[in-house]
């Protein structure tokens, strides 16, 4: 990485301190030069180098900074994307890519017109449970699939306080929050389904967001459900999946995330590697023998995001996140709501 990219961040809440802040800094190729932080200075330990700004104008109008990561609330997404690309700046934005479709296809139509990269950040294109689960898709280890079922549930039986993403408004909730990175999984792995059935709830008392979502899409050949919940002390499979000569199921989550809180950068041996005990667990017959064992599990790195967004600004190589598909994920968050409200299935 020759060229170095200057990256003006838009705040250093948790994603940018666990996620784009680290992810950057172990690559030689960006310069994290300006960081907005209007109340703080929370960026001053982890890069003293960096300039802390208090306005998104200082980011926008520095003719120096190429890249921005739009790392704000979710309502905000489209609006400082638009800017941002109207100031010839190339945009990282974090998930969700926008609230509707309208908005996430006016920022796609911005975006080439302006000949700027576009990107959303799905880091979980790259944990290293969903990798596997790839290969054992692509594989075809489970003969034809049948059903495919995901999990990322979790234990929070109360109201965070002080956070927008507990609050009602445009683009809160879980489906936004969480199912953004499941339904891009799922399409990465089977395409655009051919309708929606959803149900969303808020289960913890005093909730006034969806906390909790039941989405079956569906394909012509496989039925895929994708769960979440904030009420969920036992861990069951995060992954389960089905086939006419097996299955595959897989407990546990990918590391990098604690990894990354706890201050590791991703340049250490091993990254991303899971312990034996978290392998997935496969019982198929393949080529008329039985197996049933567990599959090592590939290891995940996110570093791998920011590498292409590189290649991508300085070699003009094709995006691994591109922001149509980004688009459809969106697109099936408001056809899940409509479902839901409507308690009927959408056809996409």
């Known amino acids: 990485m020759n060229k170095i990219i200057q990256v003006g961040m838009a705040a250093y809440g948790m994603s940018g301190k666990v996620f784009h802040g680290p992810l950057l ?44 990561v739009v790392n704000t609330p979710n309502a905000h997404h ?69 059903e495919f079922e995901a999990h990322y549930d979790r234990y929070r039986n109360y109201v965070e306080a002080n956070t927008w993403k507990e609050e009602t408004g445009p ?23 051919q309708a929606i059935t959803a149900e969303l709830r808020a289960q913890r008392p005093g909730g006034s967001i969806d906390d909790s979502y039941h989405l079956i899409l569906h394909y012509s050949d496989i039925r895929v459900i994708l769960k979440s919940s904030y009420l969920v002390r036992e861990q069951g ?31 250490e041996p091993n990254w991303g590697a899971e312990p034996e005990s978290e392998w997935g667990t496969l019982n198929t017959t393949y080529n008329g023998l039985h197996y049933k064992s567990k599959i090592e599990t590939l290891a995940g790195n996110y570093r791998h995001f920011y590498e292409n967004v590189y290649d991508a600004i300085v070699h003009n190589a094709p995006l691994a996140v591109k922001p149509e598909e980004a688009l459809q994920t969106i697109q099936i968050i408001e056809a899940a709501y409509q479902s839901h409200q409507e308690k009927r299935t959408i056809n996409l």
Request: net charge positive; charged share 25%; proline share 4%.
């Open 25 to 68: 800094k172990s690559l030689g190729g960006f310069w994290l030069k300006k960081i907005v932080e209007r109340t703080s200075e929370k960026s001053k330990t982890d890069f003293p180098e960096t300039v802390r700004v208090k306005t998104w104008d200082e980011i926008l109008f520095d003719q120096n900074i190429e890249l921005v």
């Open 78 to 146: 489209f609006e400082m994307c638009k800017q941002a690309l109207q100031a010839n700046k190339h945009v990282v934005v974090e998930k969700p890519f926008t609230v509707t479709k309208e908005e996430a296809r006016k920022l796609i139509e911005l975006a080439k017109q302006q000949n700027r990269v576009l990107t959303v950040f799905q880091n979980r294109r790259w944990d290293g449970d969903f990798l596997t689960v790839q290969q054992v898709v692509k594989q075809n280890l489970l003969g034809k699939l049948v």
């Open 171 to 193: 683009g809160s909730g879980i489906l936004y929050n969480l199912g953004s990175h499941m339904i891009d999984q799922a399409l990465v792995l089977f395409g655009m389904p």
């Open 237 to 267: 499979p995060r992954y389960i999946l089905h086939g006419t000569d097996g299955s595959f199921l897989k407990w546990g989550i990918d590391p990098q995330e604690d990894a990354l809180k706890a201050g590791r950068l991703p340049l």
